[in-house]
C-alpha cells in the first residue's frame, strides 16, 4: 500500500494516468462515431455524428465570429488574426491552468484534491471572464475618447472643406495626418474613408455609428449623411456640428460635477461625521463609566 502511495506521488506517474484517463473517453467517442457512420451507411440514422462533424460545430462556437472581432476594435486592437485566436486562446489557458493546479497543487501548498479542484475551477473562471472585463473596460474608455475628440475632427474637415475639397478627400488627408499623433482616430477615419470607395459614404458612415454607438457620433454620422443627401452646405453644418459637441461635452461635465457632491456625502459621514461624533461623545461616556 505504501508503494502504491509512493508511487502516485510521482508527477510523471501523474501526468500518464491523466493522460490515460483524457484518452478513455476518446477511445469511446470514436467507436461511437463508427458505430454511427455504420449505421448512416446501412439507412438505419439520417444524419451520422463524426469528428469531423463535431470539430467543425466547436470551430462554428468557439473560435473567430464577427462579434469578436468588434469588440477588438472597439477596443483599439486592429489585428483580425487576435481575434481569431481570442476563445482557442482562453480554452487552452484555462485547460493549462486546470492541469496545473490539479496534478501539481502539491507543490504550491493545496494538498486536498477538493482544493486543487476548487483551485483549478477558480482558475478557469478567472481565465474566461478577466479578459472579457479588461475588453469591456477598454472599450469603453476607447469609445468615449472618439466621442470626445470628434469637435476636432468636425473642426478640421471644416478646414480642408473650405479649402475646396470634397468630404471624401478630406477623410483621406486626416487619415494620414492624424496617423502621427493620434492612431486610434486616425484608423477609425482611415476606415471610413476606404469603406466609403468601396460601398460608398453613406454605409461607411453607418458603419462608424454601428462601430461607436454614442450620441456624438451619431449626430456626426446623421449631419454628414443629410448634408450629403440634400447638398447643404457642409462648411456650415461642421461647424454649426462642432459647436453643438462641445456643448454636449460641457453640459455632460456639469452633470458630472453636480453628481459629485451626493457621491461624497457618504465618506464624509463615515469618515469625517462618526469620528467627530465619538471624539466629542467618548469623554463624557468614560466619565460616567468611571463613576458609576
Given at each position: 500500500m505504501n508503494m502504491l502511495t509512493n508511487l502516485l506521488q510521482n508527477p510523471m506517474v501523474r501526468v500518464v494516468i491523466s493522460l490515460l484517463v483524457a484518452f478513455i473517453p476518446v477511445l469511446l467517442l470514436n467507436r461511437f462515431f463508427i458505430r454511427q457512420m455504420s449505421r448512416y451507411w446501412l439507412g438505419f440514422n439520417d444524419g451520422a455524428m463524426g469528428w469531423k462533424r463535431l470539430f467543425a460545430s466547436m470551430n462554428f462556437h468557439f473560435s473567430y465570429s464577427k462579434d469578436v472581432?468588434?469588440?477588438?476594435?472597439?477596443?483599439?486592437i486592429y489585428n483580425p488574426r487576435l481575434a481569431a485566436l481570442y476563445f482557442p486562446a482562453k480554452i487552452k489557458v484555462g485547460l493549462l491552468i486546470f492541469v496545473i493546479v490539479f496534478f501539481l497543487g502539491e507543490r504550491f501548498g493545496i494538498a486536498e484534491p477538493m482544493?486543487?479542484?476548487?483551485?483549478?475551477?477558480?482558475g478557469i473562471v478567472l481565465v474566461i471572464l478577466l479578459p472579457d472585463v479588461w475588453l469591456q473596460h477598454r472599450q469603453k474608455k476607447?469609445?468615449?475618447k472618439i466621442s470626445t475628440e470628434l469637435p476636432y475632427v468636425c473642426d478640421l474637415m471644416s478646414v480642408c472643406v473650405?479649402?475646396?475639397?470634397?468630404?471624401?478627400?478630406?477623410?483621406?488627408?486626416?487619415?494620414?495626418?492624424?496617423q502621427s499623433f493620434d492612431q486610434d482616430l486616425a484608423y477609425v477615419i482611415r476606415r471610413v474613408d476606404t469603406l466609403s470607395r468601396v460601398a460608398g459614404m453613406q454605409h461607411a458612415l453607418e458603419e462608424m455609428a454601428e462601430h461607436y454607438p454614442t450620441n456624438q457620433v451619431r449626430s456626426f454620422v446623421y449631419t454628414l449623411s443629410q448634408s450629403l443627401q440634400y447638398g447643404s452646405s457642409i462648411f456650415e453644418v461642421l461647424t454649426r456640428l462642432s459647436a453643438n459637441l462641445r456643448e454636449i461635452e460641457m453640459l455632460e461635465l456639469e452633470e458630472?460635477?453636480?453628481?459629485?457632491?451626493?457621491?461624497?456625502?457618504?465618506?464624509l459621514i463615515l469618515f469625517i461625521m462618526f469620528p467627530i461624533v465619538f471624539l466629542i461623545t467618548a469623554p463624557g461616556i468614560i466619565r460616567m463609566m468611571g463613576n458609576g
Open positions: 472581432e468588434l469588440s477588438f476594435i472597439r477596443a483599439g482544493q486543487r479542484l476548487a483551485a483549478a475551477f477558480v476607447r469609445i468615449r473650405q479649402t475646396g475639397m470634397t468630404i471624401e478627400a478630406s477623410m483621406t488627408y486626416l487619415a494620414s495626418e492624424l458630472k460635477v453636480g453628481k459629485l457632491s451626493a457621491k461624497m456625502s457618504v465618506p
